[in-house]
């Protein structure tokens, strides 16, 4: 499989806008890779758009995809779908208000997250609704896994309640990545298909020090509740026995730039942290 980091940030760009810390600032005089937008990616073999942040017009254009078959979310934080209007961007013939021949994307999920998704409103309504009446997508929900072209997905739910999240299994012709960029707490590691990964890309989780305003995460923090820290994570990847390990989602409060990550992956064999336009085979 052949996959393209479209963002690798997180919940806030980097730079983020108005701020003048290290960071950011390094990020606006360099750009890529210190530039971090939003969380996406993209397989090139069946052409599946993983999300869509704000950003996801910029990294497709960037990315020169020329071509989207199927979109997935893996859950509906703002950060991931708040680029959803995309698909109209792609598809729509201004002078029917509907879609082009051969421009309808697919959306792909799983049957509760459809079912949450069409509580995501504009003024108008239903924005998964508007979305099908004007024939830019189709949908097609299924239970735990679905096979997209030459690429068989399951689809692992992680139990946090109403708090819905998908981790997906991408698995062809041998090779398997998992897929689990964001609020991956608690993981099923004990479901058979995340074992032995050839590729594993997840967030890294928090780091607990050298943080901005020298922070420390209390104990009760919000953010423990959906993360694992950064060494909790690579405990557990070694626990699935996951070969190679990709680091998204990368924040812009963890107060690192990409000569700190390529530092630090300099210490391990199997890591590496992701930058907006990567690309890698699995």
């Known amino acids: 499989m052949d996959v393209t980091i479209l963002g690798s940030g997180g919940c806030m760009v980097i730079p983020k806008p108005l701020c003048d810390c290290r960071i950011c600032s390094e990020a606006r005089k360099k750009g890529v890779p210190y530039e971090?937008?939003?969380?996406?990616?993209?397989?090139?073999?069946?052409?599946?758009?993983?999300?869509?942040?704000?950003?996801?017009?910029?990294?497709?254009n960037r990315a020169h995809i020329m071509q989207v078959d199927n979109l997935m979310f893996t859950h509906l934080d703002p950060d991931h779908i708040e680029g959803f209007r995309v698909v109209e961007q792609i598809a729509l013939d201004f002078r029917t208000w509907q879609a082009f021949p051969g421009k309808q994307i697919r959306l792909i999920l799983p049957v509760p997250l459809m079912d949450q998704l069409r509580n995501v409103q504009s003024a108008y309504g239903s924005l998964l609704d508007y979305y099908v009446a004007q024939k830019f997508i189709t949908c097609v929900s299924f239970k735990d896994s679905i096979?997209?072209?030459?690429?068989?997905?399951?689809?692992?739910p992680v139990d946090r309640g109403e708090m819905l999240s998908f981790i997906y299994v991408f698995e062809k012709a041998g090779r398997k990545m998992v897929y689990a960029p964001c609020d991956i707490r608690p993981f099923p590691e004990n479901h058979e298909k995340v074992a032995r990964p050839d590729l594993f890309v997840v967030q890294p989780g928090l780091f607990e020090k050298k943080l901005r305003h020298g922070f420390i995460y209390p104990t009760d923090h919000i953010s423990r509740t959906t993360l694992y820290t950064f060494e909790e994570t690579l405990a557990l990847a070694e626990r699935i026995q996951a070969d190679q390990i990709l680091f998204?989602?990368?924040?812009?409060?963890?107060?690192?730039?990409?000569?700190?990550?390529?530092?630090?992956?300099?210490?391990?064999?199997?890591?590496?942290?992701a930058w907006d336009g990567m690309q890698l085979s699995v």
């Open 36 to 60: 971090r937008t939003g969380p996406s990616a993209f397989i090139h073999d069946e052409n599946i758009l993983i999300d869509t942040p704000a950003e996801i017009s910029i990294q497709l």
């Open 248 to 273: 998204v989602h990368l924040e812009e409060y963890w107060n690192r730039s990409h000569s700190d990550y390529a530092a630090l992956q300099n210490q391990f064999e199997n890591v590496r942290f």
């Open 147 to 156: 096979v997209i072209g030459d690429i068989r997905v399951t689809a692992i």
